[in-house]
């Protein structure tokens, strides 16, 4: 069964261009147009998560305003140094070579019986590849920059988010309250 607008369409359609199958083609191409269009104007509600709650709880949905140009170039300036820092934090050749050494050392002082020569001769040698390591793994000056300015840019867009946060709710609340005004203004007159 058709829908009123898809006949109104198609009556409408068969007035100006007669009767066949162009006239048919072109109502159904206009019927699939004014569908489309009312679907792009009455998007139905997306879900975006869901919750079960028990009697006596709440929950609390709070929506962002848009980014502000200062948010988006901070986040993008966030994504920037956390990948420089993915890359500074790969394990270099030397870092593996290290780690290998150390554990190639502490696997034969396992096997070595306690309190022998070898477990103390191979216990010193654990302590220079743990030192070894230790150096090996320690941030670099360039890691550590790296490191600061993720913090610095990472605090800087907490604050900007929240201002920005702030403003909105701000904004809500003034026009809540005029529209309380206005509408008691009404009432009472």
């Known amino acids: 069964m058709a829908s009123l607008t898809q006949r109104l369409t198609r009556t ?47 929950y609390l949905v709070v929506a962002r305003p848009k980014p502000s140009r200062l948010e988006r170039r901070l986040a993008g300036r966030q994504r920037a140094l956390a990948s420089r820092d993915a890359e500074l934090s790969r394990p270099t050749r030397g870092q593996r070579r290290a780690a290998r050494r150390l554990a190639r050392v502490q696997r034969r002082l396992d096997r070595s019986r306690p309190g022998g020569r070898r477990a103390r001769r191979l216990l010193a040698r654990e302590s220079v590849a743990g030192e070894r390591f230790d150096r090996a793994v320690a941030p670099t000056r360039r890691q550590r920059e790296v490191r600061g300015q993720l913090v610095e ?6 604050a900007a988010r929240s201002a920005s946060f702030e403003r909105a709710q701000q904004a809500r609340e003034r026009s809540r309250r005029g529209r309380r005004r206005a509408s008691r203004d009404r009432f009472y007159s």
Request: hydrophobic content about 45%; glycine content about 16%; charged content about 30%.
């Open 12 to 58: 409408l359609v068969a007035r100006v261009l007669g009767d066949g199958l162009g006239a048919d083609l072109a109502g159904r191409g206009a019927t699939f147009l004014v569908e489309g269009l009312r679907e792009a104007r009455e998007r139905p509600a997306h879900p975006l998560t869901g919750a079960r709650l028990r009697p006596g709880e709440a």
């Open 153 to 158: 840019v990472t605090d800087a867009l907490e």
